[in-house]
């Protein structure tokens, strides 16, 4: 069965920067029909699902926007686009404060100023911001929610998108989606790495890890220019549970020591990057393992830990009761993740222009696969989202609503009918194998040179033909077999990255052997467009 829908405007997920974005169209234009599709349900999916403590993006008091862009420049060590910095930071606050309208708690002091978290953060009580947006967006007669749909692909016309097609994750029904203007606002790509953890313990990480890198994957496969896969996250988590450590960092002034009770990360500078390295080049040098310094912490400060972390990653607090650990008597142990693509963190993600349109017509993107704009987090997606929301505004009446295009519903079927003797579980994990092994993974330190990166396009590549055969039982197996084949899209066009980048910028997230020093000559961007499933590399200036 497939169902044919028409819009003005496609936003294909319904986390952070989709939702916003269909409630800012809307308040521009109400007239404008929207259709939200969104693989799991909005009220508890994306990156907020659960819920965050902080916003990591926002303009301090005695700070400017300027301020905001220079500093996550220079976090990037260079590589990120100056222009769309400065058009996220101008609105980071007047976001937060329309958020804020729409009923999130933000921590307020005596006077009635937010509650400030070093220059760049406020506190928030924020375990129900996806149920709040989810909540507005739902007021709104123009918008349609269609949940339980994941998105295979787009529609094309030319270098066009026109809209997008997908099945229902439960029930066997295929979607067709036409629209003038595609907002791409997915997220990420966990899982292309062998996690921290193994077995059925695998999914335990930092990114949720059913962000499969979809969007990424739709528009390597449509030919959009792609930038900065190589500039990989690495988050410096605590150690088993894969709790933040930024609460233990800013909240109790936690520093960083090493089994001497050493402080070292002088010797390694401070960015998000040198962080992770530092404890990586700790370990390597036999001063392992790494703590955050929380002994001696007054019991006002153990409770706030205790309940800052029972709110939002309980599994520490529990680790802490359930150990008799408690941080007031031990430090707490830290270790880097695997990595991730992910361009609310870096740059990584689709090129896109100050207006958040992509390479192809008639799509943007927005939140974390739209790159070039480093350090947003969730207040930077807003802030994109909202940009969009002018923009599509401003021109969508210029757009002609294109007509029907079909798809092949034997994409889908076939896998009904194969026979294969390998399961996803089984290739997955194959996957993130080779990603481990070849292409600087957790257990290499993050490292790797070419004669790898060599093995792991052919291992991927067959793995990728082995994947074609793989048989779906209903139509949760039919998402899993996309989700793995997305996950490999990304890791062949990373490789590629990897491989361009002759040099190694950000030791932490990723060491190249063969080039282990910074070369000024890759003070570039890194982009690719991909062609018939061949993949060539753009080197373009810095904006």
Excluded at 258 to 274: I, P
């Amino acid at each position: 069965m497939t169902e044919n829908f028409f819009a003005d405007v496609l936003i294909i997920g319904g986390g952070t920067a989709g939702l916003f974005a269909a409630i800012k169209i809307s308040e521009l234009n109400p007239a404008t029909k929207i259709i939200v599709v969104e693989k799991a349900d909005i009220r508890r999916s994306g990156c907020l699902a659960s819920g965050v403590n902080a916003l990591n993006a926002y303009v301090g008091k005695n700070h400017t926007p300027e301020d905001y862009a220079d500093y996550a420049f220079n976090d990037a060590h260079g590589i990120a686009d100056k222009n769309l910095l400065l058009t996220m930071a101008r609105r980071l606050n007047s976001v937060t404060q329309q958020i804020e309208r729409l009923g999130l708690t933000i921590e307020k002091d005596a006077q009635g100023n937010y509650v400030e978290r070093g220059w760049r953060n406020v506190k928030i009580n924020g375990e129900n911001l996806k149920p709040i947006l989810a909540n507005a967006v739902k007021k709104f007669p123009n918008v349609t929610i269609l949940n339980h749909v994941n998105i295979a692909d787009f529609l094309l016309d030319g270098d066009k998108v026109v809209g997008a097609y997908g099945f229902n994750t439960r029930k066997k029904i295929f979607y067709n989606f036409t629209a003038k203007v595609t907002l791409i606002a997915t997220g990420g790509a966990s899982g292309i790495y062998l996690p921290n953890h193994s077995g059925g313990s695998r999914h335990q990480m930092w990114y949720p890890p059913f962000n499969t890198g979809a969007g990424y994957a739709m528009g390597i496969r449509a030919g959009a220019e792609m930038t900065t896969f190589e500039m990989r996250f690495v988050a410096l988590r605590c150690k088993d549970t894969i709790a933040p450590t930024g609460t233990l960092a800013q909240g109790v002034g936690a520093a960083q020591i090493n089994s001497r009770g050493e402080l070292y990360q002088q010797n390694y500078g401070n960015t998000t990057s040198e962080r992770v390295f530092a404890v990586t080049a700790e370990n390597f040098a036999g001063r392992a393992p790494c703590y955050l310094q929380t002994v001696g912490i007054s019991d006002a400060q153990e409770k706030f830990l205790l309940d800052a972390y029972l709110n939002m990653s309980p599994a520490q607090t529990l680790k802490w009761i359930e150990t008799n650990q408690l941080p007031k008597n031990f430090n707490v142990e830290v270790a880097g993740t695997e990595p991730y693509i992910v361009g609310g963190h870096t740059a990584a993600g689709y090129r896109v222009n100050a207006n958040r349109q992509t390479t192809l017509k008639n799509l943007f993107a927005a939140g974390d696969v739209a790159g070039g704009c480093p350090q947003k987090y969730v207040t930077g997606a807003f802030a994109e989202a909202e940009i969009v929301a002018e923009k599509i505004s401003e021109t969508l009446n210029e757009i002609k609503m294109p007509a029907l295009k079909t798809f092949n519903a034997d994409e889908f079927e076939r896998f009904f009918a194969n026979d294969s003797p390998f399961t996803v579980d089984e290739l997955e994990i194959s996957m993130q194998t080779t990603m481990d092994e070849y292409a600087g993974g957790l257990t290499q330190n993050y490292r790797f040179n070419g004669r790898q990166l060599d093995l792991a396009v052919a291992n991927i590549t067959r793995i990728e033909k082995i994947s074609e055969n793989l048989r779906a039982e209903n139509m949760y197996d039919l998402l899993k077999i996309f989700e793995l084949r997305e996950r490999l899209t990304v890791a062949k066009v990373l490789i590629e990255h990897l491989k361009a980048r002759q040099e190694t910028r950000w030791a932490g997230f990723a060491q190249n052997l063969d080039f282990p020093n910074r070369n000024e000559k890759f003070n570039c961007f890194v982009n690719s467009v991909t062609t018939g499933g061949v993949t060539k590399i753009i080197f373009r200036e810095l904006s």
